[in-house]
Nanobody, 121 residues
Framework: QVQLVESGGGLVQPGGSLRLSCAAS????????MDWFRQVPGKRTEWVAE???????NYADSVKGRVTISKDNAQNTMYLQMNSLKLEDTALYYC???????????????WGRGTQVTVSS
């Protein structure tokens, strides 16, 4: 079993910053790709960013230049530093991890439950 727990969300004014965390726990040998997604009620889930096992990063065009994804392998924790926040960044942010529980064998996809980010003046 692998659990993902997000934290760091909250209420922030436009132009402000937040740092989200996604902590993985359980039976973990290594973590491959980790992703951030966001969801607004009534709208499609949007992929936000990913970081690979090698540390390569990719970002959605909607957030590129304003967010930075990173991770601490020792802590099995991923971060999303969000700057210059806009009203349209308001959403439930949740993470996904592709986890290797053993040195060999299939990986497992784990999902968190999310942390709410609200950008409002």
């Amino acid at each position: 079993q692998v659990q993902l727990v997000e934290s760091g969300g909250g209420l922030v004014q436009p132009g402000g910053s937040l740092r989200l965390s996604c902590a993985a726990s359980g039976t973990i040998y290594s973590i491959n790709t980790m992703d951030w997604f966001r969801q607004v009620p009534g709208k499609r889930t949007e992929w936000v960013a990913e970081i690979t096992g090698n540390g390569d990063t990719n970002y959605a065009d909607s957030v590129k230049g304003r967010v930075t994804i990173s991770k601490d392998n020792a802590q099995n924790t991923m971060y999303l530093q969000m700057n210059s926040l806009k009203l349209e960044d308001t959403a439930l942010y949740y993470c996904k991890a592709d986890v290797q529980q053993r040195e060999r064998g299939p990986s497992l996809l784990a999902w968190g439950r999310g942390t709410q980010v609200t950008v409002s003046s």
